[in-house]
Each structure stands twice: as structure tokens, then as C-alpha cells.
């Protein structure tokens, strides 16, 4: 069973509020993944940290989007400025140098 | 870029049937790892299976998926369904499985399995 935990479980905000949430991944994993899985189900990979560095990410031209990982502290999403297609699952998995391990995912509702 | 395709969005399927999932990939790496996921409501996605060993057979809890690469596919079976095996399924590409390499999703297949 997974141990990431993800905080809030659910979050509501208005259009154009921040929206932060929150991510530890399980002890000794160096990998950090964050995914957005929308109302189709449909997963989309957002950003990687390695050991508090960014590996891979999308193109967030909106930069809307902002994420960080820092050392002793659980890593981060925000939001800037939140739209009504926001809206989603966004699910942080972790990853030991295999497999990776979601938890069970913030969810998102823009009004 | 990479991409997987799995053809059914829904599977209906009446108890003790066999199930198969497709699952078939585009990649430009000739080493790349598969994986087929399971989420079911309200829980954390959790890895059924994974390979990157061509032609070999993987299983796990009834589950068995064979990774063809002339075929670039993956398809998830089961001999028998279960009632609990309803959920989403799905089918992910990843360039290694060093821990650091994104997964591309599919975009899934939501399992009903019936009385």
C-alpha cells in the first residue's frame, strides 16, 4: 500500500483564488511526480522533482502552475490564479528507482 | 512524442467471463517499461503489473500481461472475472524504470463487472 500522503483531499476556490496543495512522499523515495487526471480520467503529467530539483515539466506557459520540493518539508502545487478547467484530480505519486507509488489525490473544484 | 492507446473506454463483462484489456503503445525508445495501473474510486491508482521484457509473461493477483514489442502491445487478462475487479484500468509507457522517467498514460478503461 502506498504511503504518500496528500493534503487537502478536497479543495474548493473561486475563480482566480490561489489553490495550494500539498504532498509527502513516502520515506526514501528521491522521485516526486504531480498529475493532473481531469473529469475524462484522463492523466497528464505536470512536473518531476530529483532530491529538490526539477527533472521534467510541462510547458506551463500560463505559469500559472508553480511547484517545489523543498528539502524537509512536503512538496508543493499552487495554483496562481485558479480557472474553472482547473478542476480536477491532481494526484503526487513518488518513486524508490522503480515503480511509482500515487496517493490518493487532491481534488480540485474551481467555481 | 510517446503515446498509449487503449481502444475501450468501457468494458462490461458478466461474472466468471475472461477479461482482456488492450493496450498498445508508440515509442521511439526500443527498451521501454509498461505498466497497467488500477484505480478504483477514492483510492490511489496501484501498480498491477509492469515488464520490460519482450515476450515474457508478468502476473499478479490473477492478472497476467505479456509485453510484445513487434506488436508494440500489452494487453491486460484475467481468466475469470470478479465483482471486485470492477475499477479504472490503465495502461502506462515509461522510458526506464530508474524512478525518475515520467508515465505517459492511456486514457483508461473503466472495468464493470456484473452478477
Known amino acids: 500500500n502506498s504511503k504518500v500522503i496528500q493534503t487537502p483531499r478536497y479543495l474548493v476556490k473561486g475563480q482566480g483564488q490561489k489553490a495550494k496543495m500539498r504532498c509527502i512522499p513516502e520515506k526514501g523515495h528521491p522521485v516526486v511526480f504531480w498529475y493532473q487526471q481531469n473529469k475524462n480520467n484522463e492523466f497528464k503529467f505536470l512536473i518531476n522533482f530529483q532530491n529538490q530539483e526539477v527533472l521534467q515539466q510541462i510547458d506551463m506557459t500560463e505559469k500559472r502552475f508553480s511547484a517545489e520540493c523543498p528539502s524537509n518539508s512536503p512538496c508543493s502545487l499552487e495554483i496562481q490564479s485558479s480557472e474553472a478547467g482547473d478542476s480536477a484530480l491532481y494526484l503526487c505519486?513518488?518513486?524508490?528507482?522503480?515503480?511509482?507509488?500515487f496517493g490518493p489525490g487532491t481534488r480540485l473544484t474551481v467555481l | 512524442g510517446d503515446s498509449v492507446t487503449q481502444t475501450e473506454g468501457l468494458v462490461t463483462l458478466t461474472e466468471g467471463l475472461p477479461v482482456m484489456l488492450n493496450c498498445t503503445y508508440q515509442?521511439?525508445?526500443?527498451?521501454?517499461?509498461l505498466f497497467w495501473y488500477v484505480h478504483y474510486l477514492n483510492e490511489s491508482p496501484r501498480l498491477l503489473l509492469k515488464?520490460?521484457?519482450?515476450?515474457k509473461r508478468t502476473e499478479h493477483q490473477g492478472f497476467h500481461a505479456t509485453l510484445h514489442k513487434s506488436s508494440s502491445s500489452f494487453h491486460l487478462q484475467k481468466s475469470s472475472a470478479q465483482l471486485s475487479d470492477s475499477a479504472l484500468y490503465y495502461c502506462?509507457?515509461?522510458?526506464?524504470?530508474?524512478?525518475?522517467?515520467?508515465?505517459?498514460f492511456g486514457k483508461g478503461t473503466q472495468l464493470i463487472i456484473q452478477p
Open positions: 515488464s520490460s521484457t519482450d515476450n
Open positions: 515509442t521511439i525508445y526500443s527498451n521501454p517499461f
Open positions: 502506462a509507457l515509461s522510458m526506464n524504470t530508474g524512478g525518475a522517467d515520467r508515465l505517459t
Open positions: 505519486a513518488s518513486s524508490p528507482t522503480g515503480e511509482q507509488y
